[in-house]
């Protein structure tokens, strides 16, 4: 168990929709990131956060949208769902702090399957 | 801009025999590296990572890495491997600026044979 937790654990929704994945990070980590793993396009970061502020912003479409709340955790928040948004998405937490963060270990949560149908 | 190459997307050993993952990166600066290990149904953790110093890099479960900044490697090694091994191992880079982002490679799944 890494600490993260994920909600929810599965998602099935149809093209078009919207959808918001969960993640609290582990018990004092400021950082959290998300990712995207498919068949096709393998694991993809998407966006990094520290302490509320947006740090990194990797291959995220304009649909979706992430943030970061007082209490630390985050939200990622999906819109105008196509079928090729059907992944797996991880969101994953770390101690590091802004510029360089990368170098501390990332822990990462058990994901959120979505299917988009 | 950074890119991984993970060698062979299926890599199968028999117990017990040398395991070696390859992972080649591509980076303008001197990057930082990784091996991250995802069992079914998981999420990814980490095995080992390179910074700075010593380019033999020892990680959990009995396997290490080495920087090799000429051939611009990192493979991953376990001298004999178990069955406990088998999943899929993610190599990554990071760049150390501002804005850094890690990009991982496509993955390799290790099949152990008995």
């Known amino acids: 168990d890494s600490g993260v937790t994920q909600t929810p654990k599965h998602l099935i929704t149809a093209t078009g929709q919207r959808v918001t994945l969960r993640c609290s990070p582990r018990?004092?980590?400021?950082?959290v990131y998300w990712y995207q793993q498919s068949l096709d396009q393998g694991l993809q970061f998407l966006i990094h956060?520290?302490?509320?502020?947006?740090?990194a912003k990797g291959n995220i479409l304009e649909r979706f949208s992430a943030q970061q709340f007082p209490d630390l955790h985050s939200e990622l928040n999906l819109s105008s769902l196509e079928l090729g948004d059907s992944a797996l998405y991880f969101c994953?937490?770390?101690?590091?702090?802004?510029?360089?963060?990368?170098?501390?270990?990332?822990?990462f949560g058990p994901g959120t399957r979505l299917t988009v149908l | 801009a950074q890119s991984v190459t993970q060698l062979g997307s299926h890599v199968s050993v028999s117990e017990g025999a040398l395991v070696l993952l390859r992972c080649n990166y591509s980076?303008?600066?001197?990057?930082?590296l990784f091996w991250y290990v995802q069992y079914p149904n998981q999420g990814l953790q980490l095995l080992l990572k390179?910074?700075?110093?010593?380019?033999l890099v020892k990680g959990i479960n009995g396997f290490e890495a080495e920087f090799k900044k000429s051939e611009t490697s990192f493979h991953l090694t376990k001298p004999s491997a178990h069955m406990s091994d088998a999943a899929e191992y993610f190599c990554?880079?990071?760049?150390?600026?501002?804005?850094?982002?890690?990009?991982f490679g496509k993955g390799t799944r290790l099949h152990i044979l008995p």
């Open positions: 994953a937490s770390s101690g590091g702090r802004g510029a360089g963060a990368f170098y501390n270990e990332q822990f």
């Open positions: 980076s303008s600066v001197p990057p930082y």
């Open positions: 956060y520290y302490n509320g502020e947006e740090r």
């Open positions: 018990s004092g980590d400021l950082s």
């Open positions: 390179y910074t700075t110093g010593a380019t």
């Open positions: 990554a880079v990071s760049d150390r600026g501002r804005d850094d982002k890690i990009i």
